[in-house]
């Protein structure tokens, strides 16, 4: 049995169920099509002029995304594999972890261009079309059809996120899922995501692709971290900054176009 005949006798969209195409590949959940209200509402507190205007985006077919974000672990293996210089055009690079270990720590200390790099070589080990989130995307499967600050409500607990109060990185399986069974889809690590950085989202795509005009050398993350206040960390919140710095408190989590409808 292929791997989409599996995913289509047994994934209810939403439910969490996962697969993975190669064992040192991240974990993927299929996420259904629908619409959302993207950006917070006038009244959000905390609410910045970047996440207007509010509008209606239309995902039209599903999509995987990774459960969790990159760990050290998946990182680490594809630099030991000897083509992904080759097939990536980038040295080997084993970033620092801060000495908080590894395994199935957040990766953390990779620019937009290690994620692309990461990428790359995923696509040519499994032959399957591996990518970043869009930016609607990525709120699209944090919202998780919520319409809240977080995914859970308007306000934000010590026991629902890591922010600004542990002071460094926690395993990725940490906290509790969303409804879609993604995790830590606020705080921990930012998260890097396609689209090139506008101040607000006058001109944007409507169907959930990437917006590639803008302030390229600067692209968007998302999600918030351990090092930030919890405003950073609602659903709406948008951060640009420049796509071959590496920071300690960013990373990244994979998405891959189903060629199958589910």
Request: hydrophobic share 35%; glycine share 8%.
């Amino acid at each position: 049995m292929t791997v989409a005949e599996s995913m289509k006798r047994r994934f209810k969209h939403g439910s969490g169920d996962s697969f993975k195409d190669i064992d040192i590949a991240p974990e993927m959940v299929i996420v259904p099509a629908g619409d959302f209200i993207m950006g917070a509402p006038e009244d959000e507190t905390e609410r910045t002029s970047d996440e207007s205007p509010q509008h209606k985006v239309t995902i039209a077919q599903a999509f995987a995304v990774g459960r969790y974000v990159m760990t050290f672990a998946e990182w680490d293996a594809a630099q030991e594999d000897k083509a992904w210089e080759r097939i990536t055009g980038l040295a080997p690079y084993r970033p620092t972890d801060r000495g908080w270990g590894r395994g199935e720590q957040p990766l953390i200390n990779v620019s937009w261009h290690d994620a692309q790099g990461y990428v790359k070589w995923l696509r040519e080990k499994t032959g399957q079309p591996y990518r970043l989130l869009s930016e609607a995307e990525w709120e699209y499967v944090c919202r998780a059809g919520t319409s809240t600050a977080y995914w859970w409500g308007d306000a934000l607990a010590e026991e629902q996120a890591n922010y600004g109060l542990v002071r460094r990185t926690v395993p990725v399986d940490s906290y509790q899922p969303n409804p879609w069974g993604l995790y830590q889809v606020h705080g921990n690590v930012w998260e890097w995501v396609e689209d090139c950085w506008n101040d607000n989202y006058d001109g944007a795509p409507l169907d959930g692709s990437a917006r590639t005009t803008g302030e390229c050398d600067r692209r968007i993350l998302r999600g918030g971290s351990w090092f930030n206040a919890p405003w950073h960390l609602r659903s709406a919140t948008r951060y640009g900054n420049t796509s071959a710095l590496r920071f300690f408190n960013a990373g990244f989590r994979v998405a891959r176009t189903l060629t199958e409808q589910f």
